[in-house]
């Protein structure tokens, strides 16, 4: 960490960093491990500081790899707190870029079989028991259930555990699964893209995965389809604002799987 923070943006235009013998370690336990290896969000503020030096603009994908790893275990906090880690990563570069000359997209490379479920009343923490005077009907063999539960994964029991008094907001908590596997899977459905900043607007609608870099690269005039590059204005400080006018300097792709944006935990 201290070589990293040693490194001056100014004076590099490559840098590889390698923190780990593996991937970097989980969020959660930091504090436990004494871990000192940079956060998602350092280590995106130094790729900017080095990419933004270039007057002609820059590409940066971020990916908070270790959201899809927590799935896989059946742990959902170690999902969840990578995925606020991933948050403060988009919230950082927000931070560094220019909204008008920078196209940002946030999105999932596909989703896992995790569930949100059991009706919880609002302000239930995330990682709770919902509670038993809520159920409309209970679970049929009368046990607590989790709001969070996986449709496959490790946390297969023959026998669903009884998780009256058990801690599920603990960090190590596996949530329940309905089918045993040793590592949980993908799933299946749709995905949400964010964007913003110039020709967010092309981003919406259902879309084939392969229509994102394609936009992406439409949006940054770089490729085949150049026609509406033509009489593209460079940004000025007294721009009035009209995207379209707007030269586009940057991309940001933020990356991860089973993407939730705003949670209590
Ligand atoms: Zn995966």
Do not use: W
Not at 21 to 34: A, D
Not at 160 to 168: A, E, F, I
Not at 180 to 203: N, S, W
Request: hydrophobic share 35%; with cysteine.
């Amino acid at each position: 960490m201290e070589d990293f923070k040693k490194v001056d943006p100014k004076k590099t235009d490559y840098l590889l960093g390698l923190f780990e013998p593996s991937h970097l370690q989980y969020e959660m336990y930091r504090k436990e491990t004494g871990n000192t290896d940079p956060t998602l969000a350092e280590l995106t503020e130094k790729a900017i500081q080095i990419l933004q030096k270039n007057d002609k603009g820059f590409f940066l994908l971020v990916e908070g790899g270790r959201i899809d790893h927590g799935h896989h275990n059946n742990v959902a906090k170690e999902a969840l707190t990578e995925t606020v880690s991933f948050d403060d990563a988009i919230v950082k570069a927000l931070q560094m870029v220019n909204e008008k000359e920078t196209l940002t997209v946030v999105t999932a490379d596909h989703s896992h079989v995790f569930n949100i479920a059991g009706y919880p009343p609002r302000g239930t923490k995330l990682l709770d028991k919902i509670p038993d005077d809520v159920h409309e009907k209970p679970p049929s063999d009368n046990k607590p259930m989790t709001i969070l539960v996986y449709g496959n994964g490790p946390g297969y029991n023959s026998t669903r555990q009884n998780l009256t008094g058990v801690d599920t907001t603990r960090n190590d908590y596996q949530q329940q699964s309905a089918v045993p596997k040793k590592r949980e899977t993908h799933g299946g459905e749709d995905l949400a893209v964010f964007a913003k900043g110039p020709m967010a607007h092309i981003f919406r609608g259902v879309r084939e995965q392969v229509f994102i870099p394609a936009a992406i690269a439409y949006a940054s005039c770089v490729g085949d389809n150049l026609a509406h590059c033509d009489g593209i204005k460079p940004t000025t400080p007294t721009n009035s604002g009209n995207m379209a006018e707007n030269r586009l300097k940057a991309s940001l792709v933020f990356l991860t799987a089973s993407m939730i944006l705003s949670i209590q935990i």
